[in-house]
């Protein structure tokens, strides 16, 4: 009783007065009193700080979220569509809508209704890929499963890139990575001491000593000459002395390495860049559009709104980099915990 008590008080409070549904990509995640809620590009809060973890909310405007009765799922109207009753949950996968979920220490799937699509049978689950597959752990190796629940690849590997939108997959056995198919053969030979997705893009990060980039026959475009390097779709940052920079399909500099760290953009837009202790952001040829000012930085979304944080508290900043909410919150993030 006194759990459906508080989850009805809970729903009463989150939902407020209103009866519109705010889209989801227009909620962001902050924290105040040690506690997780959503607010709008007003800084208003749209639901209240109750929870104790929240992620961002998905295409479909839902998101999850942690109370002392464990992970459920929220509308953007901060009622609870599946109740909060699982150890820990991932996103939905906006490709075959399902969520991964653990329940007495065992990871399945859940559809949209908080319903087993696929029961709870492995040691560790990621979220379906655009390929309609999922990577899972069970008996101590990785495999891939169709969205049937079904193995389609028995689990053999020991490591699997958590890269799921195409036809060529990063695995890594006895030490050393190639690229499988959906099938589970060897596509490209395991002869890379490391490897990365290719993440939208027509090459992926691989490793031999140093970085470089292999197509998707695994021949080198870019040979082995970074630090380290990061692909997300449509940036490739690289790392070279120390210093970081942006280059393109080819390995060739955008921007000279010159920045302390660099945080690539979720699809698109400006990258958030730092010049010592201090970030700003930049766009893709690595010219800055907001001069390093803020002590930490998060992506921008859809909404064109990126969390920044100023000494200890954080705000809301547009992509001219105007204040659009002072800094007042103690945390914020695509996650708040």
Not at 59 to 81: H, L, N, R, S
Request: hydrophobic share 45%; aromatic share 12%; net charge negative.
């Amino acid at each position: 009783m006194r759990y459906a008590v508080i989850l009805a008080v809970a729903a009463g409070i989150l939902a407020g007065c209103s009866d519109s549904r705010p889209d989801g990509d227009e909620l962001h995640v902050m924290k105040s009193a040690g506690k997780c809620g959503y607010i709008d590009r007003d800084g208003k809060w749209v639901i209240q700080p109750l929870f104790d973890k929240a992620w961002v909310f998905d295409g479909k405007d839902m998101a999850p979220a942690q109370t002392e009765f464990g992970w459920g799922f929220i509308g953007t109207d901060g009622q609870w569509v599946i109740t909060p009753r699982f150890e820990a949950v991932r996103k939905f996968s906006e490709d075959a809508d399902l969520a991964a979920a653990r329940k007495d220490n065992k990871f399945g799937y859940i559809d949209r209704k908080g319903e087993w699509a696929i029961q709870p049978q492995f040691d560790l689950a990621i979220p379906f890929g655009a390929n309609g597959l999922a990577a899972v752990i069970q008996a101590g190796a990785w495999g891939l499963i169709g969205a049937d629940g079904k193995l389609v690849v028995t689990p053999q590997f020991d490591d699997v890139v958590f890269d799921l939108s195409g036809d060529l997959i990063g695995a890594g056995k006895d030490g050393v990575y190639g690229l499988i198919d959906k099938t589970g053969k060897w596509v490209v030979a395991a002869a890379f001491e490391d490897l990365r997705g290719f993440e939208g893009n027509k090459v992926a990060p691989a490793m031999t000593g140093l970085w470089g980039l292999i197509d998707a026959k695994g021949q080198w475009v870019a040979p082995p000459q970074f630090d380290d390097l990061f692909s997300v779709k449509g940036f490739i940052q690289a790392q070279l002395g120390g210093k970081w920079g942006i280059v393109d399909e080819e390995g060739k500099w955008l921007a000279e390495p010159g920045f302390d760290d660099l945080y690539a953009p979720e699809g698109g837009g400006l990258a958030g860049a730092r010049l010592g202790d201090k970030w700003g952001f930049v766009d893709g040829k690595g010219q800055w559009k907001i001069d390093p000012q803020f002590d930490q930085v998060l992506g921008f979304g859809k909404s064109g709104v990126a969390a920044v944080r100023v000494g200890k508290s954080w705000g809301l900043v547009g992509q001219d980099g105007k204040w659009l909410v002072n800094p007042q919150f103690e945390g914020a993030s695509q996650s708040c915990s």
